[in-house]
């Protein structure tokens, strides 16, 4: 809700808005574009310069947890990472959802029903380690990836509300636990 | 039929987990596999045969106020020609002075060729009342055009608006998790989870996305029209929902046909 007020522009009737109608728990001021969204709305990326000015008010967007705590339950985090369900108009509710990190991404060394449209990220905490730097970056990353990448392709977990601060947690977990499946076979 | 449909389970099945073990070398056969798999598929009967039949019956039939029959409908080709006439659809049509997709044809037919009002489908579920009656239509004109080119009159100045507003929704980011189609559609060679996604700004993966749709959907056993496969791409990707037979939906379809003009028409498809 906090994001109404950035709404680029409500246009009065085009195509596109005469196009679409309210379902369920998906209302129609869903498809009216914010400013970085109407930016990235190209086959190519919008000049460098635009891009920075994206990232930079995206940056102002992160929350980091306010106990200090980046780390919850990797076995919980496995689960929210699986499940690529919520905020469709099929969905009761738009608090419940998963990550849906494996549309993505490949995680972990046991599940191979993977998407590639993101980069893999196995063996994440294995390979980058724990220090301070990485894991702010990439609570950063999955709190609102366009803080880092104007256009990405990656939703705003915690920007956009899809996922609480407890279950980034939990997806932390899973990307850093010496024992979770992404880094240990 | 049970039999028949649990074949297609197990051949879906081995299909998918070929993905995994594809080289990139052979993503790049990917279009002509997909033809022969098609075929191999077909040598048993496409389910979608037993919709096309009731199609058929239903084009014959007469109904609504003026209890007439939909032989005479001009999909574009002439009065009563379904050959080929959805290989060569979304067109713009003079009589209604709008460019329309299949459907948006057939509701043109109904309403004056047999006085049924259409204007109640968009509150219709998939599979019901006077949407199953739809379906069963689709199926029976396209399985007529299957074999033929995709093969879509990119002349008319309404066709070339169309194609530029498809293109515009096609990039068009929104939604609770900014997606727009070229957020699953916009790359060569990706997948989501296993399921591999054509990129639909080129001719290759448009041919195929395009041109093997509509479709039977063998997970679901239910016969799909291009609305409906696009209806349930704007509601993975967190949209409102498209109205039926609107200009974004058929703009939609004007892109993907321009893209995929030339390639093959493989209708109705047979789909996971």
Same mark, same amino acid.
């Not at chain 2, 060729?113 to 109640?120: A, S, V, Y």
């Not at chain 2, 009159?153 to 008319?156: A, I, K, Q, V």
């Given at each position: 809700m906090k994001k109404m007020i950035t709404i680029a522009a409500i246009l009065a009737v085009t195509p596109m808005d005469a196009s679409f109608r309210s379902k369920g728990i998906v209302?129609? $001021?869903?498809m009216y574009q914010l400013d970085f969204q109407k930016a990235c709305s190209q086959d190519k990326d919008p000049s460098k310069k635009v891009m920075q000015a994206i990232e930079a008010e995206q940056l102002t967007t992160i929350r980091y947890p306010a106990d200090g705590k980046y780390f919850g339950d990797w076995k919980q985090g496995e689960k929210i990472a699986v499940s690529g369900k919520g905020?469709?108009?099929?969905?009761?509710?738009?608090h419940n959802n998963g990550g849906g990190c494996y549309n993505c991404h490949q995680l972990?060394?046991?599940?191979?029903? $993977?998407?590639?449209?993101g980069p893999s990220l196995l063996e994440y905490g294995k390979q980058r380690g724990n220090g301070e730097e990485m894991v702010k970056y990439t609570w950063g990353k999955i709190y609102n990836a366009k803080a880092f990448?104007?256009?990405?392709?990656?939703?705003?977990n915690g920007d956009a509300e899809i996922l609480t601060e407890q279950q980034m947690k939990h997806v932390m977990a899973y990307l850093?636990?010496?024992?979770?499946p992404v880094n240990k076979k | 039929m049970r039999n028949r449909t649990a074949q297609f389970v197990m051949a879906a099945g081995m299909i998918a987990l070929n993905v995994t073990t594809w080289s990139p070398s052979a993503l790049a056969d990917a279009a002509t596999d997909e033809i022969a798999k098609y075929r191999e598929m077909l040598a048993d009967g496409n389910p979608s045969e037993l919709v096309a039949a009731q199609g058929e019956e239903l084009w014959k039939v007469k109904r609504g106020t003026k209890n007439?029959?939909?032989?005479?409908?001009?999909?574009?080709?002439?009065?009563?020609?379904?050959?080929?006439a959805s290989a060569q659809l979304p067109r713009y049509f003079k009589d209604t002075g709008r460019v329309q997709d299949l459907e948006t044809r057939l509701m043109t037919c109904m309403e004056t060729?047999?006085?049924?009002?259409?204007?109640?489908l968009s509150k219709t579920k998939w599979g019901k009342g006077e949407m199953e009656k739809m379906e069963a239509l689709v199926a029976y004109v396209v399985t007529e055009s299957n074999g033929h080119k995709i093969n879509v009159?990119?002349?008319?100045a309404q066709m070339k608006k169309m194609y530029e507003l498809g293109k515009m929704a096609f990039f068009y980011r929104g939604g609770a998790m900014d997606f727009s189609c070229a957020t699953c559609h916009?790359?060569?060679d990706k997948r989501i989870r296993l399921q591999d996604l054509p990129d639909l700004r080129e001719h290759k993966g448009a041919a195929a996305g395009w041109g093997s749709w509509p479709a039977y959907r063998v997970s679901n056993g239910q016969f799909w029209t291009m609305q409906h496969r696009l209806n349930d791409c704007y509601r993975q990707q967190r949209f409102p929902e498209p109205l039926y037979g609107s200009d974004v939906t058929i703009a939609l379809s004007v892109y993907l046909a321009a893209n995929g003009n030339g390639g093959p028409v493989l209708t109705p498809g047979l789909k996971r």
């Open positions: 209302d129609k $001021y869903r905020l469709t108009w099929k969905d009761k509710t738009p972990s060394h046991h599940e191979i029903a $993977y998407g590639t449209i990448n104007a256009c990405s392709r990656m939703p705003r850093f636990d010496p024992n979770s | 007439a029959t939909l032989e005479q409908c001009d999909l574009g080709l002439g009065p009563g020609v379904i050959k080929g060729l047999q006085g049924i009002d259409t204007k109640e009159d990119m002349r008319p916009g790359q060569a």
